[in-house]
């Protein structure tokens, strides 16, 4: 009878939990969807600063402006953290033409974040297409020397989450122009990362292996390489032509941004929530990533306009360097490890601004099913996806201190669209799917404050 007693009371202790939670968690939503101010936050980011890319004078103001946001938050602090990153810049805008006999047809290109340039004439060579890097070391140096190489597998259609085609596609933009050269190419010619079949590249970050020559490369559009293929099977001699004017410069100094709500009764224990501050130089970076960097704050203005004191305290946290370096994760990270800082959850927004689908996670066991009891109060927001998955690159250097990373999971189906594209503008992000997100973020965060992991 006395264990039937206990278990009543318990049962009915945690009835009352789950409403409680309910009742907050529908006050968190209804505040973000009816007064949210994320998306007033990304239209000055986009529109009045515009492209971020690390070292530029774009990135600097976005500090300034991300800093001065959160200040007039009335953050209980808010300061910068220095970095210094990679400046890499684009330059004169890119050319690029595919001969075959007579015909002369100019194509969109656009040179990787990191690679070199080419000659000041440019460079003309035969081009040869290949899916994959095994097929390129089939084909071996004698056929590859001398050439220009059209690395030209498409993501797969197939895949219904399109990052995992993403990841089944981005190694030969990453690495491709190393293994091009390892075989005496010229240069490299990289099919646009998107699913979309249309005439807008897409760029992204490259890197050089040691000791192998720095050869130029570049992204070409879905189209322009559908038609290239088309051409070289016609014409396996086809030349092709490019140039392109980028250039390396050194380091240069930079911030991430971080507001921070004080926790009432563990301050030591920290929960993080994120997005990269900076972004491609080809448009505005509203999907990627302001969008992140706007729900971000949001999740602090929401608790704080609500009068929700958390237990723990609340990090808001612009990364910057994503893109091409990671120098900004890896920064707060070291800090946090120096400065002795508890980290128990960081949750990263840098999949797109679209209707939310849920959480993924990295951790232990333990972790993560202290996350899943959450998913009954959750779907009644659309958050049905909690489980296992990806955190998010600047957040996963934490994981070092046994972090429980969190990644954001909006709807995957449009983000390719716009992902690293001069597309990327502000009329790409629809407002209530972004207020949506930062609601879902701050909801979890309510929950992980309240019970810990």
Same mark, same amino acid.
């Given at each position: 009878m006395?264990?039937?007693?206990?278990?009543?009371? !318990?049962f009915?202790f945690s009835? !009352?939990?789950q409403?409680?939670?309910?009742?907050?968690?529908k006050?968190?939503?209804?505040?973000?969807l009816?007064k949210?101010?994320?998306?007033?936050t990304l239209?000055?980011?986009?529109k009045?600063?515009?492209p971020r890319?690390s070292?530029?004078?774009?990135?600097a &103001?976005?500090?300034q402006?991300?800093?001065?946001?959160?200040?007039?938050?009335q953050?209980? &602090?808010?300061f910068?953290q220095?970095?210094m990153? %990679?400046?890499?810049?684009?330059g &004169?805008k890119?050319?690029?033409y595919?001969?075959?006999? +007579?015909?002369?047809?100019?194509?969109?290109?656009?040179a990787l974040?990191g690679?070199?340039a080419? %000659?000041?004439?440019?460079?003309?060579?035969?081009i040869?297409?290949?899916?994959s =890097?095994?097929?390129?070391?089939?084909l071996?140096?004698?056929?590859?020397?001398g050439?220009?190489?059209?690395?030209?597998?498409?993501?797969?259609?197939?895949?219904?989450?399109? =990052?995992?085609?993403?990841?089944g596609?981005?190694?030969?933009r990453? #690495?491709?122009?190393s293994?091009a050269?390892?075989y005496?190419?010229?240069?490299?010619?990289?099919?646009?990362?998107?699913?979309?079949?249309?005439?807008n590249?897409?760029?992204?970050g490259?890197?050089?292996?040691?000791g192998?020559?720095?050869?130029p490369?570049?992204?070409i559009?879905? @189209?322009g390489?559908n038609?290239?293929s088309?051409?070289?099977?016609? @014409?396996?001699?086809?030349? !092709?032509? !490019?140039k392109?004017n980028?250039?390396?410069?050194?380091d240069?100094p930079?911030? @991430?941004?971080?507001?921070?709500?004080?926790?009432?009764e563990?301050p030591d224990?920290?929960?993080?929530?994120g997005?990269h501050l900076?972004s491609?130089?080809?448009?505005?970076g509203a999907?990627?990533?302001?969008?992140?960097?706007?729900?971000?704050?949001?999740?602090?203005?929401?608790?704080?306009a609500?009068?929700?004191? %958390?237990?723990?305290?609340i990090?808001?946290?612009m990364f910057?360097?994503?893109?091409?370096g990671l120098r900004?994760?890896? +920064?707060?990270?070291?800090?946090?490890k120096?400065n002795?800082?508890?980290h128990?959850?960081?949750?990263?927004?840098d @999949?797109?601004g679209?209707? %939310?689908?849920g959480f993924?996670?990295?951790?232990?066991?333990?972790?993560?099913?202290?996350i899943?009891?959450y998913k009954?109060l959750?779907?009644?927001?659309?958050?049905n996806?909690?489980?296992?998955?990806?955190?998010?690159a600047d957040i996963g250097p934490?994981?070092?201190q046994?972090?429980?990373?969190?990644?954001f999971?909006?709807?995957?189906?449009?983000?390719?669209d716009f992902?690293?594209a001069?597309?990327?503008?502000?009329?790409a992000?629809?407002?209530?799917e972004?207020n949506l #997100?930062?609601?879902?973020?701050?909801?979890?965060?309510?929950?992980?404050d309240?019970y810990?992991?």
């Amino acid at each position: 009878m006395k264990k039937y007693f206990i278990y009543l009371l !318990f049962f009915s202790f945690s009835a !009352f939990s789950q409403e409680s939670d309910s009742v907050v968690i529908k006050k968190i939503f209804d505040a973000v969807l009816s007064k949210g101010e994320a998306y007033k936050t990304l239209t000055y980011l986009t529109k009045s600063i515009g492209p971020r890319l690390s070292g530029s004078d774009g990135a600097a &103001k976005a500090v300034q402006y991300t800093k001065k946001t959160m200040e007039g938050y009335q953050f209980d &602090k808010v300061f910068l953290q220095d970095v210094m990153v %990679p400046h890499w810049v684009r330059g &004169k805008k890119e050319e690029a033409y595919i001969e075959s006999g +007579k015909q002369k047809i100019k194509v969109p290109i656009v040179a990787l974040g990191g690679s070199v340039a080419t %000659p000041i004439a440019g460079i003309k060579a035969e081009i040869i297409e290949v899916k994959s =890097f095994e097929e390129l070391k089939t084909l071996g140096t004698e056929k590859v020397k001398g050439k220009i190489v059209l690395f030209n597998r498409p993501m797969d259609a197939t895949k219904t989450n399109t =990052f995992a085609a993403y990841a089944g596609a981005n190694n030969q933009r990453g #690495g491709g122009a190393s293994e091009a050269a390892k075989y005496g190419a010229v240069g490299a010619i990289v099919r646009s990362l998107t699913t979309l079949q249309d005439d807008n590249p897409h760029t992204g970050g490259m890197r050089y292996a040691t000791g192998v020559p720095m050869i130029p490369t570049a992204a070409i559009s879905t @189209n322009g390489a559908n038609l290239l293929s088309k051409i070289l099977q016609e @014409n396996p001699k086809t030349q !092709f032509y !490019f140039k392109q004017n980028c250039e390396t410069l050194p380091d240069a100094p930079s911030h @991430n941004v971080v507001g921070e709500i004080k926790g009432s009764e563990k301050p030591d224990e920290i929960i993080v929530v994120g997005g990269h501050l900076d972004s491609w130089d080809l448009a505005e970076g509203a999907q990627d990533d302001g969008a992140g960097c706007v729900q971000s704050i949001e999740v602090l203005r929401v608790l704080k306009a609500l009068g929700i004191k %958390p237990k723990r305290t609340i990090r808001a946290v612009m990364f910057m360097n994503e893109e091409n370096g990671l120098r900004g994760g890896t +920064k707060y990270a070291d800090l946090a490890k120096q400065n002795n800082e508890k980290h128990i959850a960081a949750i990263e927004s840098d @999949n797109g601004g679209f209707t %939310p689908r849920g959480f993924g996670m990295v951790g232990t066991d333990a972790q993560i099913a202290k996350i899943t009891v959450y998913k009954k109060l959750l779907a009644e927001y659309g958050l049905n996806e909690i489980g296992r998955g990806s955190g998010g690159a600047d957040i996963g250097p934490l994981g070092q201190q046994g972090t429980l990373l969190i990644g954001f999971k909006p709807d995957s189906q449009r983000y390719f669209d716009f992902h690293h594209a001069q597309t990327d503008k502000l009329e790409a992000v629809n407002e209530r799917e972004l207020n949506l #997100g930062a609601a879902s973020m701050a909801a979890l965060i309510y929950l992980i404050d309240k019970y810990g992991l």
